[in-house]
Structures are given as C-alpha cells and as structure tokens.
Antibody
C-alpha cells in the first residue's frame, strides 16, 4: 500500500522560505506512470493545486505561485520536496503531498495526511 | 484558470436520502472531472475520476455523470459515513482547480 508522509517545520516566519519533504513508501517514485505533487488547503482559498513533478525532474507550477515555488525530486531517497519563498500569512495552510495519475483522467489517487504550516513571527 | 463552481455550498439530508451535488466549469473540461470526499482532519479521498469512473473500493451508491461543463455527483442512499465535504476538481488544464466544496450535513 502506497504511503506518503509530509515533514518539515510547522512554523515559518514571514519573508522566509517554507520547506517540506514528502517521503514515499510502498512504491517507487521513479515510475513513469505517475506525477508527484503538492496541494494546500486554507480556510480562505479552499484546495489549491501548487504544482507537480515527474520522475525526470520536469515540473509544472500554478501560475499564481510560480515565481515563489520550487519542487524537486530525489529518486535515490524516494522523496520529493517543496520550497515556497517569501511567505506571508496568506501561505498559512495545510500542505498535502500527493500522487497524480500520469495519463487518462490525471486524478489524484493517493494523498499524504497533510501538515499544517503557520506563517507567523 | 478554469473556475469550478459547486452547488449547493451546504446541504442538509437524512440517512437514506438521495442527494445530488452539482459542479460547473467556467469552460469545457471534457470528461476530466474528479470527485473527492473529505472528512474533518483528513486528506481528501478520491471517489470518482473521469466524470463517471469509480475509484477502487468506493461504494456503488456513489455515481458521477456529466461532460463538458456540467457534472453531478449522486449518492443514492445516504449512509452515516457519507456526511463529509465533497470537492470536484478539473484535470483538463493546469492548474488543476478545485471547486469550493459542498458540505453534506445531517438534517
């Protein structure tokens, strides 16, 4: 059974960089069948797709966040990561990592449990 | 970005009721429409993909229909475990946007 687990600081200061890692177990992140991504959920904006990465390193970002986001992948560790810089209180949210099917419906079939990140001084 | 609008935003129903949730896209998403269920404190769970295909393990009382811009999720006979928030998501074009959610509550 595939499992995804987010890790990283739960509190980030304004203007600093939010960094999260997603560890994948029960399956290989190097599969050419899937994309790996980040979604966040805040009370103000609901569910927001942040971006995805393919095992090759190819990325796709939400244009609204593109200037501040970097998603990277480490196939040797079966992990992928999110960096969001210059954070403000508006970036406070529960951040989920997820697996997206690479073809057909492109649905998200596995999610991590989510981690709350609060931006505050 | 494609805007996804769900209606209603909240819905009160009883066990055994048949309920329908609607999702409308601001432009065509063909059949690239997925439905998720979320319970408090949990991650969303995939129910339906490609507008009408069942995710493995999802009870048959859930069904999805539609294409283009208008879609529905129907629960044929509500069970106590179905009280949750439901989201649609288009995966036709990036960014893959979500609806604002429909909260299904016990009457």
């Amino acid at each position: 059974q595939l499992q995804l687990q987010e890790s990283g600081p739960g509190l980030v200061k304004p203007s600093e960089t939010l960094s999260l890692t997603c560890s994948v177990s029960g399956g290989s992140i190097s599969s050419n069948l899937y994309y790996w991504g980040w979604i966040r959920q805040s009370s103000g904006k609901g569910l927001e797709w942040i971006g995805t990465i393919y095992y090759s390193g190819s990325t796709s970002y939400n244009p609204s966040l593109k200037s501040r986001v970097t998603i990277s992948i480490d196939t040797s560790k079966n992990q992928f990561s999110l960096k969001l810089n210059s954070v403000t209180a508006a970036d406070t949210a529960v951040y989920y990592c997820a697996r997206r099917i690479g073809s057909y419906a492109r649905q998200i079939d596995y999610w991590g449990q989510g981690t709350l990140v609060t931006v505050s001084s | 970005d494609i805007q996804m609008t769900q209606s209603p935003s909240s819905l009160y129903a009883s066990v055994g009721d048949r309920v329908t949730i609607t999702c409308r896209a601001s432009q065509t998403v063909t059949s690239y429409l997925n439905w998720y269920q979320q319970k408090p404190g949990k991650a969303p769970k995939l129910l339906i993909y490609a507008a009408s295909s069942f995710q493995t393990g999802v009870p048959s009382r859930f069904s999805g229909s539609g294409s283009g811009t208008d879609f529905t999720l129907t629960i044929s006979s509500l069970q106590p475990e179905d009280f949750a928030t439901y989201y649609c998501q288009q995966s036709y074009s990036s960014p893959h946007t979500f609806g604002q959610g429909t909260k299904l509550e016990i009457k």
